[in-house]
């Protein structure tokens, strides 16, 4: 079993930046591929990034740019750091795992997941 648990989240006013972090435990992030997800009130899931065991990482368009995803084996945490934020990257920002090389931004194809963290992005 896989523990996830996000930090990180706040209020911050547009064009701020903000790091989230998801620290695991039960198994080692340099196993496990790993995503970002969030969801905004009445809209579906949506993927954000990932990370995959070998580092290769991907991201949505939305936020190609600004998001960065990484992970720090020592730390077992997996981080995602935004930059220049925007009010429609509010949302609940979800950690996501699943014991596989491969990833995608698919919320099915992960098993594991976290409480989420808020984000508020004023305008």
């Known amino acids: 079993q896989v523990q996830l648990a996000e930090s990180g989240g706040g209020s911050v006013q547009a064009g701020g930046s903000l790091r989230l972090s998801c620290a695991a435990s039960?198994?080692?992030?340099?196993?496990?591929?790993m995503g970002w997800f969030r969801q905004s009130p009445g809209k579906e899931r949506e993927g954000v990034a990932y990370i995959m065991s070998d580092g290769t990482t991907d991201y949505a368009i939305s936020v190609k740019g600004r998001f960065a995803i990484s992970k720090d084996n020592a730390k077992n945490t997996l981080y995602l750091q935004m930059n220049t934020l925007k009010p429609e990257d509010a949302a609940m920002y979800y950690c996501a795992a699943d014991p596989r090389w491969w990833c995608a931004l698919i919320s099915s194809s992960y098993n594991y997941w976290g409480q989420g963290t808020q984000v508020t992005v004023s305008s």
């Open positions: 039960g198994s080692t992030v340099s196993r496990l591929c």
